[in-house]
């Protein structure tokens, strides 16, 4: 059964970190634990798990917010924990990699990507439709006629992989390793799952609920100094 706060359930105001861990585990009609709640300030006000947290949950890819306050790195490929978003460089080499094994329309390569990569990275349409127009513009790749035409690479196209082979075949494999962190997303929404179980909770025990996860934080963030 999936599990839901409402509007009528006030406190602990969620920020986006919180939302988007939120509707990994499940989701969440309105505010939850914090204040206007239960007499409780609950895990801080229009935050998620300490000061500052009303950030992304963490870039694994680039610049950003951690778990928690400050600007550090996450946990996961992409901006947004359990991501799987990679850089346009890489749509296109994969894309190339995988017409090099034979022919696909859009939606194939999509899946194929996915497949290919253990789910840790789908590309959105929006990446690779564009990317297939310039490959066509660029003449690597050929759109047989049709709205659902089959995309397949030219000669000029079959050059350039074997000359870019290996970076080519790193696209898909760095997105493979960069999310291999499925158990660290595993945890995080039993952490979350937890967290639920506080909206009915005295504030003595939201206080001392805070006061463990600011400490897990610090830890993390131990742990990613070393």
Known sequence: MRSHFNAAQQG????KAFRRMAAMAGGFD??????????????????DFGPGAD?????????GRGFGGG???????GRDFGGGRARRGDVRSAILGLLAEGPSNGYGLIKAI?????????PSPGSVYPTLAQLVDEGLVAKEDGPRGAYSLTDEGTAHVTENRESIDAALDNAREGGSGSELRDAAR???????????????QQSRAKEKVDQLRRELYGILAE
């Open 12 to 15: 602990f105001i969620p920020g």
């Open 30 to 47: 309105g505010p939850g634990f914090g204040p206007g709640g239960h007499g409780g300030p609950g895990f801080g006000p229009g935050r």
């Open 55 to 63: 950030r992304d949950f963490g870039p694994g890819a680039g610049p």
């Open 71 to 77: 600007r550090g790195r996450g946990f996961g490929p």
């Open 114 to 122: 996915a497949e290919k990569t253990d789910g840790a990275w789908k």
């Open 190 to 204: 039993k952490l979350l799952g937890s967290l639920q179980q506080f909206r009915g909770a005295s504030p003595e």
